[in-house]
């Protein structure tokens, strides 16, 4: 279980639950969210990032427009750990519309520059999003961390990738050429 549905879980049983440990929480996560279409409840109340920005539930907001909320993660990778959520229930990034998703981006950008000028410790940003279970999402709202990362910071966000091994150009061909034709068969503009 990662960091982010730690932080997630804590919130949302510490509404529930008076007094609580990993050990009673835990089994709980793990038989709610098995995968994401148990959680893909659009617009389901029990949805942590839906309450924040509805403001059910309690978070420090950065900012907040029509499209999205920014709010400090509570289990922060590093001091200044930043959540950007549309503020529409959005499970994935295939749903979220494409204003709203860019918007997520150009807002992430901003906040990676007021991180640097904060005065917290920030030399470099991570902009990271996970899109599906595979892929770590364990919160099924769509979200991009912004997270400040400094020379020496311990914990890492690097891909798990043996990049001594490079793909043969055919490899890269034949697997560029699947991806233009799904999108030329969705009819999808890039």
Known sequence: MSRGAVMIE??????TTPIITVDDWKPRLE???????????SGAPECI????????????????????????????VNP????????EHASGIDD???????????????????????????????LYLADGAAAGQDVFHSHLHVIP?????PGSLG????????????ELEVQAEAIRNSFDAAGDVV
């Open 10 to 15: 804590c919130l949302y049983y510490a509404k």
């Open 31 to 41: 038989d709610r969210f098995q995968d994401e279409s148990e959680a893909n409840l």
């Open 49 to 76: 990032f839906c309450e924040i920005v509805s403001g059910k539930a309690e978070a420090s907001i950065v900012f907040r427009d029509e499209q999205v909320t920014v709010f400090m993660d509570i289990h922060p």
């Open 80 to 87: 200044g750990h930043l959540l950007v959520v549309p503020n």
């Open 96 to 126: 979220v519309p494409e204003a709203v998703c860019a918007r997520m981006f150009i807002v992430g950008r901003q906040m990676a520059r007021a991180l640097r000028r904060s005065g917290l410790r920030c030399e470099g940003v991570n």
């Open 149 to 153: 990362r400094f020379r020496g910071n």
């Open 159 to 170: 891909l798990q990738a043996d990049f001594s091994v490079v793909a043969s150009r055919d």
